[in-house]
């Protein structure tokens, strides 16, 4: 599935890669976000838990992808 809607994504993944200008940035494994959301009780608290771990993974890799630029440049 390619898609940038993250509920929809969880839903349907075991796992998801995260690309970005036509690299791979990142191999999440959807039980990496489970383990996440264990002590969530209510579906969609999960997901919605599960989709806030997502979004973290990618911002955290857009940063560390966008720092050594920013750095070069300073």
Do not use: F, K, N, Y
Not at 17 to 27: H, N, P
Not at 35 to 50: F, V
Request: aromatic content about 0%; hydrophobic content about 45%.
């Amino acid at each position: 599935i390619i898609s940038s809607e993250l509920a929809e994504l969880l839903a349907a993944s075991d796992r998801i890669v995260v690309m970005s200008d036509g690299e791979l940035v990142r191999d999440i494994p959807r039980r990496e976000l489970d383990a996440a959301t264990a002590d969530a009780h209510d579906p969609a608290e999960r997901l919605q838990l599960a989709e806030r771990q997502l979004q973290l993974a990618i911002q955290h890799r857009a940063l560390d992808r966008d720092l050594p630029q920013e750095r070069a440049s300073a």
